[in-house]
Nanobody
Framework: QIQLVESGGGLVQAGGSLTLSCVAS????????LAWVRQAPGKEREFVGG????????VLKESMKGRFTISRDIAKNTVFLHMESLKPEDTAMYYC?????????????????WGQGTQVTVNP
């Protein structure tokens, strides 16, 4: 089992920035991927991006590139999602998710473990 706890969400004005954190605990090991997924009100969950824990390979959804970045702190078992130039359409619940393996994929159903999410609200 892997436990994921997100933090860092909040209310921000359009154009602002936020950094979300996801702390992983439990049987994390080295062979896994951590991803960020968001869900806006009334919409399906959307893959934002992910990082391979060992090696640090990052995959970002194309529409997120240039504004969002993902990084990790191995010593703290933490993955970050740094978001800049936020827009009202970025308003969503942001989830951290994990899967075993070494390939970052956008197929949300493949992620086995999920955090409770952290809310990001961007005001116009």
């Amino acid at each position: 089992q892997i436990q994921l706890v997100e933090s860092g969400g909040g209310l921000v004005q359009a154009g602002g920035s936020l950094t979300l954190s996801c702390v992983a605990s439990g049987r994390t090991g080295s062979n896994h991927v951590l991803a960020w997924v968001r869900q806006a009100p009334g919409k399906e969950r959307e893959f934002v991006g992910g990082i391979r824990w060992m090696g640090g390979n990052i995959v970002l959804k194309e529409s997120m590139k240039g504004r969002f970045t993902i990084s990790r702190d191995i010593a703290k078992n933490t993955v970050f999602l740094h978001m800049e130039s936020l827009k009202p359409e970025d308003t969503a619940m942001y989830y951290c998710a994990s899967k075993r393996g070494n390939v970052v994929i956008a197929t949300i159903a493949q992620y086995e473990y999920w955090g409770q999410g952290t809310q990001v609200t961007v005001n116009p």
